[in-house]
Structure formats: C-alpha cells, structure tokens
C-alpha cells in the first residue's frame, strides 16, 4: 500500500501556499500522489498544474474532475495537457457529482448517472488514444449528425501511453461500473470492516470485463488527526462527516448519507441529516457517531496509526489518500511525516 495526499478544495488565499508546502512536503516523504477536488469553488485542473508545475516525482490526480461540468472532449484535451506538461504523472479521475451540484451550477440534468460515465470513459479514452472521435450514444453524440460538425482527432500526444482514469463510486452499481472501465475506485469513507461488500461490487466489474484485480487502483480519502488520545482526534474530522453525511445532498439523494446506512448507521444518519438540514450543523457533527469517524479515519498517536493502516491495507486499499488534519500548515506538514512513519512500522508492501 501506497501513500496519497489529498488536499480537498482551495478555501481561500491562505490556503494557496500551504497547499504547495503540503504536497511539496509529501513528495520529499516518498508519497506518491497528490489529489486535488473540485466542487463550486477551486477547479481541480488548475491547482494540479500549478502545482506540477512546482515538483519534480509526486504524480497529480483529479479526485476529480466534474462530468457534468465539461464534455468528454475537453476532459481529454485537459488531460492531455497535464499528462504532457507534468511528464507523465498525470490521473484522471471522474465522477458525476450530485444532483444539486449538477443541475443547480452546472444546469446538466442528473439523468442516467451510470450511462452517462460510461459514454464518457469511451469518448475520453478514444481522444486519448488519438483515435478519430466518432461517437452515437444516449447521452453524447459526436460529430452532430444535423451540421457541418466532423469528426475530429486530438492533435497532441500525452506523454504517458496510457492516462488511468479513476471513478468515484459510492453506490454498488457505481462500484460495479468502476471496477468495469476504470483502472482504480476513489473511496470516500472507506471502513476496512465493511470493505469486502465495497470490494464485491468492484469484483463484480472486473469479473465483468474479464479483468484481473492487481490491475486495480483502491484509492480511500482517509482523514488523519495525530495525538494521544484517538477519541479526542475524532472532532476535527466531525465537520466534514456531518457536512457529507448530513447536508451533501437532498434528503431523498446523499449517496454518503445511503452509504452510512448501509455500514449500519442507520439511526445515526437520519439524526445527522435532520440536524443538518435544520441548519444545526454543530448538533449534526456532535451526533456523528464515534464508531463512524474512527473506523473511516486514521485517528491518535503513531503506533494506533500503524496499526490501522495495516487494517487498510489487509482490506484491499492500494493507496492511502490522506486527509492531514491541524491547527496550521506545520502541524498538517508533521502529521504526514507520522503517517509515513506510521507506515514504515507497519510493514506494509
């Protein structure tokens, strides 16, 4: 298992050089990918070139880039220009979003979610691979058959023969359409113990395609707080699992939300998104239960850390993506020198 670092969203000025001394940092511990989010704020593509521009060996991944907010066309243009530019340590991981996101800043109607990625994937890889683009599916259909449109071919070459493209799947047909056409699943809230229902779904995919598993990248966003007491180092990580679980979403679509369900937290979930949606976000993150927080996260002191990430590891995780929680930037630089530590004594290949 490999270590990952995944730096969320940009939240303003202030964050802009610490995210530099973060993944500048990483890369001097051996880590070997920084991934950057988008939502409605920071685009992934420009925080990843930025800073590509500014390291030497860590490879850069989209966690991700938004489908509904590009066609496939420019997604592979964008991709090819990272690949190119970072010398071939580019990734290019995808997802849908969710429907508030898609339809209320995109205007892209959430429609036929799993189709849609899948016409995606195929019309990306074919403008990668520098075929001629000529596509007829539900969703896309290129060149338009009623104009002076014709099809098209990319006119670079990424420096990479092959750009992995990852997906971001939470529900089970997702993961099943990941572990299909993708070469890796980017988790979010990945639990070792409800690992193997996860995996199945992905197996399930490869099995599918007639694909082996050590082709496969499981890539989990895992948060990680540092200190003596593991209970304590659970309340930095509260806000981001209520805003997920609580408020990413509607009442009827929180795909993390149906997720914390299905891990058993049903009761749990329901108080958290009615909290939430009540605009009592501090009740919400006070009701996210203990047992969530820490079994999706690497919580407390070095040896309980090396102790975990053996669990990921043993549970089918590839690469650790991690989440480096802290008061300032120096104490988010140290916990990634733990985790790598953490690791070292853990054993893990």
């Not at 006119?155 to 359409?177: C, F, M, Q, S």
């Not at 979930?269 to 939430?276: G, K, M, N, P």
């Not at 102790?307 to 995780?317: N, Q, S, T």
């Amino acid at each position: 298992m490999r270590l990952g670092l995944n730096l969320g969203y940009l939240v303003g000025a202030d964050d802009v050089r610490g995210q530099l001394q973060l993944t500048q940092h990483a890369e001097s511990l051996g880590y070997e990918v920084v991934w950057a989010a988008e939502a409605y704020g920071s685009d992934s593509p420009t925080v990843l070139a930025w800073l590509a521009a500014q390291t030497s060996v860590i490879d850069i991944g989209s966690a991700v880039m938004q489908i509904p907010a590009r066609t496939p066309a420019m997604t592979a243009m964008t991709a090819a220009s990272l690949d190119l530019l970072s010398e071939g340590r580019f990734r290019l991981g995808l997802g849908v979003s969710g429907p508030q996101v898609s339809e209320g800043w995109h205007g892209v109607r959430f429609d036929r979610p799993l189709a849609r990625t899948r016409e995606f994937v195929d019309i990306v890889r074919m403008a990668l691979n520098r075929t001629t683009v000529a596509y007829q599916g539900r969703a896309y259909t290129l060149p338009l058959p009623d104009g002076p449109g014709k099809a098209l071919k990319l006119t670079i070459t990424p420096h990479a023969d092959r750009i992995p493209i990852y997906l971001a799947a939470v529900g089970p047909k997702n993961l099943e359409l990941a572990g299909e056409i993708a070469d890796g699943w980017l988790a979010v809230f990945f639990a070792p113990g409800y690992a193997d229902e996860q995996l199945a779904g992905v197996r399930a995919g490869h099995d599918r395609a007639g694909r082996k598993e050590d082709d496969f990248d499981v890539v989990a966003t895992v948060p990680l707080v540092v200190g003596a007491d593991a209970r304590s180092c659970a309340d930095p990580v509260r806000p981001y699992a209520a805003l997920y679980v609580g408020g990413m979403g509607s009442r009827d679509q929180n795909f993390y939300n149906q997720l914390a369900v299905r891990m058993g937290y049903e009761e749990a979930a329901a108080t958290v998104q009615d909290l939430y949606l009540s605009r009592r976000p501090r009740d919400a993150m006070a009701a996210m239960p203990y047992e969530f927080i820490d079994s999706t996260s690497l919580l407390g002191p070095k040896e309980r850390l090396a102790e975990r990430l053996a669990e990921f590891a043993a549970a089918g995780v590839t690469t650790c993506a991690i989440i480096p929680h802290g008061d300032s930037v120096e104490e988010k630089l140290s916990a990634l020198t733990t985790a790598a530590e953490a690791l070292e004594l853990a054993g893990v290949t």
